[in-house]
């Protein structure tokens, strides 16, 4: 039986809509407007995309946008010193530094220099010390969609065993706090790890982050698990004419999606959830800022 299909675009659209509904709700009782400052350093295009996509939808779901574009020179004192006003801001309740940064600023202190309660991408290091000791934290984007969408999947994830395929700060690590947190059994997989195929057929969830290119095929997942691919890659795709390309996930998907119980799409997958999480965040800092109730359904 073919896997169902889950649909990140429109998982996404039902949590923005839950979002604008808690916005206007802020708005109508309280007066208060949540705030996403985005600040972008360079002329990198893809960021650039990203950096518009996120303030567009910010606006559409009723929040405040403060946009920071600057010069790829920009020195670390002056980035340094424009987040210091960003976290005196009571307006912002968010701040987002776009990543990567020009060489010559320190990524580490840059992000560390940020307010951990207006951390909205959840990689300030107090908010990971926060989430691998299972207390209250910003929880980085991506990783929450996941468990959003696999919650949806599940309902109660207590006793599955899941398996995280890739170990970076920003996927891997903080995937599998969370879904410790839901009481998963977790095994943290890599490129060292011993017979890697059976260890993945082991498990009734499998993430995949590790930025290969349909790394995982069909015969490694276990009959009826639950797959997140969160990999996005973009590979030659001679079939389209010359020098055209498509995106892939780090799962093979065609064969997974005939093994597996359900499972995301490259694209149209998690990709969309990320921002749809980063909107998210920024609500979940403004009522933790003004000691309000957190938005049911949106965290972790």
């Known amino acids: 039986m073919a896997a169902r299909i889950i649909d990140g675009k429109a998982f996404a659209a039902e949590v923005r809509a839950k979002v604008a509904a808690h916005v206007a709700q802020l708005k109508e009782k309280h007066g208060i407007t949540p705030g996403l400052a985005v600040v972008l350093v ?70 560390n220099a940020i307010n951990p309660a207006k951390d909205v991408d959840g990689f300030h290091i107090s908010n ?3 989430l691998a ?14 468990l959003m969408m696999l919650r949806d999947v599940h309902g109660d994830l207590s006793g599955l065993e899941a398996v995280v395929i890739g170990r970076s700060n920003i ?18 997989a890599h490129s060292r790890t011993r017979d890697l195929p059976g260890v993945v057929r082991r498990a009734d969830i499998v993430v995949a982050a590790v930025g290969r290119p349909e790394m995982v095929p069909g015969d490694w997942i276990r009959p009826g698990a639950t797959v997140i691919d969160v990999g996005i890659n973009r590979i030659d795709a001679p079939e389209k004419g010359e020098g055209k390309t498509r995106l892939v996930g780090d799962v093979h998907f065609d064969s997974a999606a005939r093994v597996a119980g359900a499972i995301t799409p490259v694209p149209g997958g998690v990709g969309p959830m990320t921002i749809a999480c980063l909107l998210a965040n920024t609500l979940t800092a403004c009522c933790r800022a003004h000691g309000l109730p957190e938005p049911e359904g949106l965290t972790a």
């Not at 996927?171 to 943290?188: N, Y």
């Open 42 to 111: 360079g002329e990198d295009p893809a960021s650039r995309v990203y950096v518009r996509s996120k303030g567009r939808q910010t606006v559409e779901v009723g929040m405040n946008s403060y946009e920071h574009k600057l010069p790829a020179g920009t020195t670390e004192e002056e980035l340094l010193g424009l987040i210091g006003r960003l976290n005196d801001d009571p307006a912002v309740h968010g701040i987002l530094v776009q990543l990567p940064l020009p060489d010559h600023l320190n990524e580490a202190l840059v992000i």
């Open 128 to 130: 990971v010390g926060l």
């Open 133 to 146: 000791t299972g207390q209250k934290a910003m929880v980085p984007c991506t990783p929450l969609g996941c």
């Open 171 to 188: 996927v891997g690590k903080p995937m599998a706090q969370l879904l410790l947190r839901d009481s998963c059994t977790v095994t943290i």
